[in-house]
């Protein structure tokens, strides 16, 4: 790929300026509709290389197919995955993608907000990208490049893949997806209408990553009914349900358990709002381990604590619900291993060392894993994802679309008959 002219940058400073926020209070799927924005525009760019069954559905869903160009048969079909929603973590209306050209290692001052400063000393990775075109938002917004990188860089990909037919490759399915970000991006999607064989997700972070082992997670909803009674004349009757809901949260532990004190293949639980008032209060909570079976020893400590602080309130009501969320892409992957082994080999080809690496989180490949669609994640070079600081380097995505040229053509030589 030494003379093709990259088109990845161009299409990726486009993208993020249209506002793709997911709204995690919708009950709409897909929850924001200003996501279908995007997708029409991906059917129009789709179409125009030449992808004549490009077309989004009434979720937003967009499905397209590169018909195969090998002798062979029997080639698994794939699919490459990449979401068009951006996090509510932080704000995606009115993004200005700004490129540094040859960055130097100083200090990023974002524009529109100075008091935001992109540094190595905070973003270690940013130091390794010394010399690469670096893509930053203007200090209002986040950039978007979870996972507009992603999308960008499949669309570069399909571009090479259909002005090049001398590259050898079975079916290849292109799915955008809604609502990831708010762990709905799979919901809706019609598999049998996917019909692939094995995936990617592009939603990975540094050069060289493939993901393949992610959380299993739940989520658990604690309901308190409290007494209400006039606060004038509510001594021995009044029992307020915000104030338990409070003490619950204050049991939890310290300095363990948590987001903020855990890394690696350590678990959590993570209280992620309260709403009510006196008389019903709800917590909600996140419950993520790479091992399944611990799902099970984190709610059942979590139910210890509830039932001691509601020990001294027994006159009172709980609900106590747990939701399974995903679960972990490993316990699928463990099953059909040359799937991360092809990327793995596709990326040494491109000059890239790399080894499959783990997330504490999740991808639509977590879920698809499981829907019949085995499907580790692949780099995109998006760092400091869901904030101001949000940035990707361009030589990065660049090496995802030779990468995922590469993995195509592993596919073709190691298939088929």
């Not at 951006?86 to 050209?101: E, F």
């Not at 540094?206 to 001594?235: C, M, N, Q, R, W």
């Not at 003490?247 to 890394?263: F, H, N």
Request: glycine residues 6%; proline residues 4%; contains cysteine.
């Amino acid at each position: 790929m030494k003379n093709y002219t990259y088109t990845v940058t161009d299409r990726f400073m486009n993208y993020v300026q249209i506002d793709t926020t997911a709204d995690p209070t919708s009950t709409t799927f897909p929850s924001s509709e200003k996501q279908k924005d995007l997708a029409r525009v991906l059917v129009k760019e789709l179409k125009e290389m030449g992808i004549t069954d490009a077309e989004m559905d009434q979720y937003g869903y967009v499905y397209a197919t590169i018909e195969s160009n090998s002798p062979k048969e029997n080639i698994p079909t794939i699919c490459f995955c990449a979401h068009m929603d951006t996090a509510p973590d932080c704000s995606g209306t009115n993004v200005k993608p700004i490129l540094h050209k040859n960055y130097d290692g100083t200090p990023i001052v974002l524009p529109d907000d100075t008091t935001q400063v992109i540094t190595t000393e905070k973003h270690k990775y940013l130091k390794e990208k010394i010399g690469d075109d670096i893509i930053t938002a203007s200090g209002l917004t986040l950039l978007g490049a979870d996972d507009k990188a992603g999308i960008a860089i499949i669309m570069d990909f399909a571009h090479y893949i259909v002005n090049h037919p001398e590259v050898k490759h079975g079916k290849i399915r292109i799915l955008f997806t809604p609502d990831e970000e708010v762990g709905r991006g799979v919901e809706e999607l019609n598999m049998e209408k996917l019909n692939a064989d094995y995936g990617y997700t592009l939603d990975g972070g540094t050069l060289g990553s493939i993901e393949d082992e992610s959380f299993s997670a739940d989520g658990v909803s604690i309901k308190i009914h409290g007494i209400s009674s006039h606060p004038g004349y509510a001594k021995n009757k009044m029992v307020n349900a915000i104030k338990v809901v409070s003490e619950i949260v204050a049991a939890l532990p310290k300095r363990e358990w948590s987001p903020e004190t855990t890394e690696k293949r350590e678990g959590f639980v993570h209280p992620t709002s309260i709403k009510g008032e006196l008389e019903c209060t709800t917590v909600n909570f996140i419950i993520r381990d790479h091992l399944t079976s611990n799902l099970k020893v984190h709610e059942d400590r979590l139910k210890s604590i509830v039932d001691d602080i509601l020990k001294n309130y027994p006159e009172l009501e709980v609900e106590f619900k747990i939701t399974e969320q995903y679960r972990n892409m490993k316990e699928v992957l463990d099953t059909v291993p040359f799937v991360t082994d092809y990327a793995i080999e596709a990326m040494k080809r491109v000059g890239i060392t790399s080894e499959a690496t783990i997330i504490r989180g999740g991808t639509d490949g977590s879920k698809l894993s499981f829907m019949g669609l085995p499907c580790p994640n692949i780099f995109t070079g998006e760092m400091a994802i869901h904030s101001r600081h949000e940035y990707v380097s361009v030589q990065d995505m660049q090496k995802a679309v030779h990468t995922m040229v590469e993995l195509i053509q592993i596919w073709e030589e190691k298939s088929g008959n």
